[in-house]
């Protein structure tokens, strides 16, 4: 009886133990393989996986709604997802107090991954005022969501960041975007959850485009990004591989050390045919790109989608079936298209102002209320229905000790964190000029994107 009592002790102790340590959430089963980063490409199991995929985000500026949530919606375009021969859709904003099973149940049955966008127009960066906008309660908004959404298997990617900076004075504001790739990396890790790769979603432009790249992928591994992807709208039909100047960002990422892939793309200067895809998807790029996503499944007021809603009605536009002869008459390369097994960092881009204000590799300490979240979880995330966090909670104040371990990194520092975050008029509109080079990027999308761009998360390029 004894003997009974201290068992029982014992796994009560060690039950509470495990209770305390373990994720607020179970994992979410399914028969679809997850992907994992070997070099610089993505890989299903033993074999090269490229994105064949579309941004995903119906709704446009009237409103902001949450796909994934959507059950029906979500089933009724899974449809045309197989149709269009997709593995991967794009959704820029979720609702991290909503229930998303029956969507990624779906879409796991469908052999369909999710790239998921973390921020919200809320709860973001803001790229004029980066230090206020980078605190615990933004943190711990974009945990509860990674929380939730790393349980499913077919999760492919996070994007910590899309577009936060897009010319060389916004450049001041890399580090802090770096800094919440590697705390949600950190997060990832302290929960013992799969870790899924994190990395930010660029602006293509000419200014910083290859040292927002090399900086992602510099310093110590807590530090550096699991991807790298950008928004490339310079492809625009009739062109050519050269025409665009592919053949020069193949040259340029050549022996980069991270997977690459672009997270929009689609110019519609002209028609569209999406000739691009079959240069794309060929050992002219393969040995560096791993696919992409196409701007976008919806027709939102831009001129871009491939498809029309109407009162849950679905009809496909000229664009579809451009997009589908596309991808129907381009298979993948056979093997591993020639990507770089190694991998690796490489060193961190000299600083060059005005067109790249950074020096170093120094980032920021994870705000001090923010480190138990790392111990304890997140919690549950308040949803679209949140008040916001650009202008509320604590800030960090120290300098992150490089190195200092994937599962805790950051949470030490040379300096200390603390302080509140004060008002901030920094989320003012941007304007995006209607051309850059050879890109002809949308200038009407979601309101995910419209005021997300304000303060550098927005899907809007350039």
Known sequence: MKANFISLATALTLGASLVQAAPSAEKRDSNITPITVKGNAFFKGKDRFYMRGVDYQPGGSSKLSDPIADAEGCKRDIKNFKDLGLNTIRVYSVDNSADHDECMSALADAGIYLVLDVNTP??????KDPATSYNDVYLQYIFATIDKFARYDNTLAFFSGNEVINDGPSSKAAPYVKAVTRDLRSYLKAQNLRQVPVGY?????NTNRLEMAEYMNCGTDDERSDFFAFNDYSWCDPSSFTTSEWDQKVKNFTGYGLPLFLSEYGCNTNTRKFQEVATLYSTKMTGVYSGGLVYEYSEEGSN????????????TLKDYDALKSAFDKTDNPSGDGQYNATGGSNPCPKKNAPNWAVSGDALPAIPKPAEKYLKSGAGKGDGFSGDGSQNAGTTSTGTA???SGEGAAATGGTGTSGGSSTTSSGAAFAVRPATFGFSAAPIAVSLVTAMSTLVGVGMILL
């Open 201 to 205: 979603s660029a602006a293509d432009v």
């Open 304 to 315: 871009y989608g491939l498809v029309k809603i109407s009162d849950n009605k679905v009809t």
């Open 401 to 403: 000790t490089s190195g």
């Open 122 to 127: 809320k709860y973001s960066l803001n790229r």
